[in-house]
């Protein structure tokens, strides 16, 4: 036990050393939650709008007011002709542009409906999209008020509510996203690269020639690790909290259980590349290339599983994070508890059994 | 026996580094090996570490073969690869505490061992091994080495870039660390750090050429190698020497050259051939053989016949 302990002291005395670890550890983690909170955000906010009136009547001016207070949109000025819009559009002077119909009160009353045109930018298709179902959501609210007033022989009132995330925020989406991956980052990459450095600079000769067990190396190298990521896992839940008010409605023990999991994971997955790499180098190049992008892109971190191909679909249920990310919404979002999660948190453990099994037999006990 | 080498034969590739390899070394001895680079000397050293498999033969370590039973030879042996191995972040104190806590040990238990070799660098025990100078360095190696009161001792070129004042201390601390009775191992490619074993194995290419002891006198044989000093250096004098016809091998020594003849009577032509330079400054003399003459005469017949008479002495 000794022997353990000894060695762990030396590997957290490597950790602070080296201020690279230092600032992947613990700066980085916390840089990147705060850029993607602030800069990857799937919320509209102050979008241009121009407004062509044909009709210049009391509804149509009230609905441009309405469109104006909502708090998304800022004036860009009014139109004149349809031609216009392009050059609006090329100067950057508006996003998106309301076009009024003429007699837009009048067939409003008597036909009990008007035609406004939305048109928009869509150089930029995500915002594009956003802002005409934001303008819509506007209308749609403006007119249902109008047409309180009046007795209609019937009238269907469709009224949506989103469950989790009432704001559709993105930071809701990211939060478990981004945990999974700097967890995968910090796990995997770390260790797969102290274990090759030790190759590299020769130490893991005398490691070798000596009557350390090979669990006793890899325990002892990536138990700091597991120390430092439950650290940051914590971190993020605490950022994702006071800064962008992400709640955690369920245990924090049961999240924090499953990081743990999922730590484990990634570590005997740093410990499989290690036994494959020569050079920190190519440790480093294969957890970026082999886990970061398969994270980021397969997992539904960013782009919903749902709609890929098939054959990607099935890639994604062998990628770890799609798994835990699961998870990590239902705790943190939904207050889900263990009985919800079982069958994903089933699988990571035998992801977990299957990798720890590979490394530990795939470790030379020799040169070479 | 400390070890037995068995002979061993180990490839690279097409590369024969090791071919029959065949030694003993002897309980509490200072046994050598020496050889230019790429002779196959680390290989050797990572086979008795229990690091590499021979192809053929066997080895063993006070009776653990380093195959079979590799848990128990890396209990009882303390190895020092050729490469600087220890970590360059940790400080010198924080090393040696790394290495004993790893053989189940502490630094006091076997501060009694170590003591000649760390007290040198004591003073230093705060700084960090990466900012220690080459012969510093390969001290604190060799205390980690020893922490754990090893059986055997391998020392894979433990000189090698170390300042010549350095290495003189070194091999007094080796003789030191012999008289407690730990058998010891160690490569050089320096032909004058030999003389300080008891016996040394001569390799090259992968082939044992020779084990010879220092100590012993050679046996009598009529004075065929002789020894050239000048004041105005002996290079000059080189080629001529070769070419005389009694001349059966030449070189450099240090500052001086030296001759082996054919004949006895060859004397006579290198008489007639120094006198001709007519260098006051010149002297010369008939010498014993040291392992440096008998290792180069060896290496001048390259692969003849010499390595199956191994063992000699």
């Given at each position: ?62 609905a441009?007011?309405k469109i104006?207070?909502s708090?998304y ?25 309301v ?9 409003m009353?008597?036909?009990?409906r008007a035609?406004i045109?939305l ?13 005409l179902t934001y303008l819509q959501g506007v209308l749609m609210s403006y007119f249902q008020s109008v047409n309180q ?6 009238s269907v009132h469709v009224e949506s ?208 | ?313």
């Amino acid at each position: 036990m000794s022997r353990f302990f000894g060695f762990v002291k030396k590997e957290f005395q490597h950790i602070f050393r080296d201020v690279r670890t230092l600032v992947i550890l613990f700066v980085l983690p916390v840089v990147m939650i705060v850029l993607f909170g602030f800069v990857v955000t799937t919320e509209i906010r102050d979008v241009e709008v121009g407004i062509l009136d044909r009709s210049m009547d009391e509804a149509s001016i009230r609905a441009t007011q309405k469109i104006f207070s909502s708090g998304y949109f800022i004036p860009a000025g009014y139109l004149q002709h349809e031609e216009e819009i392009g050059e609006f559009f090329r100067s950057g002077t508006a996003k998106v542009v309301v076009v009024f119909e003429e007699d837009f009160e009048k067939q409003m009353q008597r036909e009990n409906r008007a035609a406004i045109k939305l048109i928009a930018d869509a150089s930029d298709a995500n915002s594009a999209q956003l802002s005409l179902t934001y303008l819509q959501g506007v209308l749609m609210s403006y007119f249902q008020s109008v047409n309180q007033d009046m007795q209609l022989p019937w009238s269907v009132h469709v009224e949506s509510r989103m469950f989790y995330n009432e704001e559709l925020k993105g930071v809701y989406m990211f939060v478990p996203g981004l945990m999974a991956m700097i967890l995968m980052l910090i796990s995997a990459m770390m260790t797969s690269v102290t274990i090759t450095r030790e190759k590299e600079l020769g130490t893991m000769e005398l490691l070798l020639a000596s009557p350390l067990k090979p669990r006793e190396i890899i325990l002892g190298k990536v138990t700091p690790y597991v120390v430092l990521s439950l650290v940051n896992a914590l971190t993020i839940v605490l950022l994702g909290y006071l800064v962008f008010d992400v709640p955690v409605v369920g245990s924090i023990w049961l999240l924090m259980l499953e990081c743990l999991l999922f730590i484990t994971l990634a570590l005997s997955l740093g410990v499989l590349i290690s036994t494959n790499a020569k050079t920190q180098q190519v440790a480093m190049f294969m957890s970026m290339l082999g886990l970061m992008l398969p994270t980021i892109l397969l997992s539904g971190f960013i782009f919903p599983i749902d709609n890929m191909p098939k054959v990607l679909q099935w890639i994604s249920a062998i990628m770890p994070p799609r798994w835990f990310i699961v998870i990590v919404k239902n705790i943190m979002l939904k207050g889900a508890g263990f009985a919800f999660i079982w069958k994903e948190t089933l699988i990571l453990l035998g992801m977990t059994f299957l990798l720890i099994m590979a490394s530990v037999k795939r470790f030379k006990i020799r040169l070479n | 026996m400390s070890l037995i080498i068995d002979h061993i034969d180990k490839s690279f590739g097409a590369l024969k580094a090791l071919d029959q390899i065949d030694f003993e070394v002897r309980d509490g001895e200072l046994f050598g090996l020496i050889g230019p680079d790429g002779a196959g000397k680390s290989t050797l050293f990572r086979i008795m570490a229990s690091l590499l498999i021979p192809e053929a033969g066997r080895c063993t370590m006070h009776g653990y073969d380093v195959v079979k039973d590799y848990r128990e030879v890396r209990k009882i042996i303390g190895y020092m690869p050729g490469r600087f191995s220890l970590y360059m972040d940790l400080t010198v104190e924080e090393n040696l505490a790394f290495y004993a806590r790893v053989f189940g040990t502490t630094v006091t238990e076997n501060y009694d061992l170590i003591r000649d070799v760390y007290e040198q660098i004591a003073p230093f025990k705060k700084r960090l091994a990466g900012k220690l100078s080459g012969g510093m360095k390969q001290k604190l190696a060799l205390s980690c080495a020893l922490i754990h009161r090893p059986q055997i001792l391998l020392l894979d070129e433990p000189t090698t870039g170390v300042d010549a004042v350095s290495r003189r201390e070194f091999w007094e601390m080796l003789k030191g660390i012999q008289k407690q009775g730990i058998c010891t191992v160690v490569s050089t490619p320096y032909m004058d750090e030999a003389e300080m074993c008891d016996r040394v194995a001569m390799i090259q290419k992968g082939k044992l050429l020779d084990i010879s002891d220092p100590s012993r006198p050679a046996p009598e044989e009529a004075p065929l190698l002789y020894s050239l000093k000048s004041n105005k250096g002996v290079y000059a004098y080189l080629d001529q020497i070769r070419n005389m016809e009694a001349c059966k091998h030449a070189w450099l020594f240090g500052d001086q050259l030296h001759v082996t003849l054919r004949t006895e009577e060859g004397a006579v032509e290198m008489r007639a051939l120094i006198e001709s330079w007519g260098d006051p400054s010149i002297t010369w003399k008939a010498i014993r053989p040291s392992i440096e003459d008998r290792f180069m005469g060896l290496m001048e017949h390259g692969s003849e016949s010499q390595l199956t008479n191994g063992e000699q002495i």
